[in-house]
């Protein structure tokens, strides 16, 4: 198998935060616009959060979760392919921690159900210990 493979679950995460982005500046926009969200808010963004459009708040809270948990995915698949440990395995793994992750923007920014909501996000995260307690072990010659 060849191990550059791992590249394309990193590009599909990739593609999921820049599709944020531009949901994100569209309701900025929106916002703006309607004259729900004065533009000199974005200087400090000092503002009570319960004043803001829903869906401005969903696509930017969004966005920021898409810069926290993900760049441990970045980093183990960026491992993996160093240490020469992608295999299809990994690469399965990778791409359900993606698909979940797919899976949280969309509840997140539709319907917004906490509980299925929690339930992916959960479950991304335990995909992601998996795959970070599986590397660990692979580098250490233990697998």
Same mark, same amino acid.
């Given at each position: 198998?060849?191990?550059?493979?791992?590249?394309?679950?990193?590009?599909?995460?990739?593609?999921?935060?820049?599709?944020v982005?531009?949901?994100?500046?569209?309701?900025?926009?929106?916002?703006?616009?309607?004259?729900?969200?004065?533009?000199?808010?974005?200087?400090?963004?000092?503002?009570?959060?319960?004043?803001?459009?829903?869906?401005?708040?969903?696509a930017?809270?969004?966005?920021? #979760?898409?810069?926290?948990?993900?760049?441990?995915? &970045?980093?183990?698949?960026?491992?993996? =392919? @160093?240490?020469?440990q +992608?295999?299809?395995?990994?690469l399965?793994?990778?791409?359900?921690?993606?698909?979940?992750?797919?899976?949280?923007?969309?509840?997140?920014?539709?319907? #917004?159900?906490?509980?299925?909501?929690?339930?992916? &996000?959960?479950?991304?995260?335990?995909? =992601? @210990?998996?795959?970070? +307690?599986?590397?660990?072990?692979?580098?250490?010659?233990?697998?």
């Amino acid at each position: 198998m060849n191990p550059d493979l791992i590249y394309y679950p990193c590009f599909a995460l990739l593609l999921l935060s820049a599709m944020v982005l531009v949901r994100m500046f569209l309701t900025r926009v929106q916002g703006i616009k309607s004259g729900q969200v004065d533009f000199r808010y974005f200087k400090t963004y000092n503002h009570a959060e319960k004043d803001l459009p829903i869906l401005m708040t969903q696509a930017s809270r969004n966005f920021t #979760n898409l810069f926290e948990v993900p760049t441990l995915f &970045y980093m183990v698949c960026g491992f993996s =392919l @160093i240490t020469q440990q +992608v295999d299809g395995f990994f690469l399965w793994l990778a791409w359900i921690y993606v698909a979940l992750r797919y899976m949280h923007s969309i509840i997140h920014l539709t319907n #917004n159900k906490i509980m299925p909501r929690m339930a992916v &996000y959960g479950l991304s995260w335990i995909v =992601l @210990i998996i795959m970070g +307690v599986i590397l660990a072990f692979r580098i250490a010659g233990s697998l």
